[in-house]
């Protein structure tokens, strides 16, 4: 006779999908305990990858992300640093956010990495290709980007218009 088993559930397939599920949510899978996504190294020691995801170390890379003064762009390199890549926040304000301060002390004394600063507004591209030059000039290397700089506008998606984006 074809069975379907989980765990203590045993079922013939002709009842069908609806018995199974309710045998199915009977019964409750075992519970593995979560680990975290990363781990904080102890104060002042230099960032490690996580032995069982190497793959997702970012030792050594230059990443910029434009827009991280605030908002998601800060949580995306705050991220980025956590992997241990030295990070740039291009942004447009003429200083970053109180959080942003923040988030480079954490980078120096708990990630061990860095998290610089350059003011550029990323619709200027001649003033945007002389930062992100010196970036590469500075550090030998940029090895990613993530373009998260943009504009709050609400207003309905048929009319917004092409110039609202400039």
């Given at each position: 006779?074809?069975?379907?088993?989980?765990?203590?559930?045993?079922?013939?397939?002709?009842?069908?999908?609806?018995?199974?599920?309710?045998?199915?949510?009977?019964?409750?899978?075992?519970?593995?305990?979560?680990?975290?996504?990363?781990?904080?190294?102890?104060?002042?020691?230099?960032?490690?990858?996580?032995?069982?995801?190497?793959?997702?170390?970012?030792?050594?890379?230059?990443?910029?992300?434009?827009?991280?003064?605030?908002?998601?762009?800060?949580?995306?390199?705050?991220?980025l640093m956590e992997a241990g890549a030295v990070v740039y926040a291009l942004d447009r304000l003429p200083a970053p956010s109180a959080e942003f301060k923040q988030v480079q002390a954490r980078a120096e004394r708990e990630l061990g990495t860095r998290f610089e600063y350059k003011q550029v507004d990323v619709t200027d591209v001649p003033g945007l290709n002389v930062v992100v030059d010196d970036i590469a000039k500075t550090e030998g290397r940029i090895d990613g980007l993530i373009a998260a700089a943009g504009i709050q506008q609400e207003t309905p998606a048929l009319e917004y218009k092409a110039a609202d984006a400039k």
């Open positions: 006779m074809n069975t379907i088993k989980y765990a203590a559930c045993r079922l013939p397939r002709s009842l069908g999908p609806r018995a199974q599920l309710r045998c199915l949510a009977a019964v409750q899978p075992p519970q593995h305990p979560r680990r975290p996504f990363s781990t904080s190294p102890a104060r002042g020691s230099p960032q490690k990858p996580l032995p069982n995801l190497p793959e997702f170390s970012l030792i050594g890379k230059v990443v910029l992300v434009s827009g991280a003064a605030r908002g998601l762009g800060l949580v995306q390199a705050e991220a």
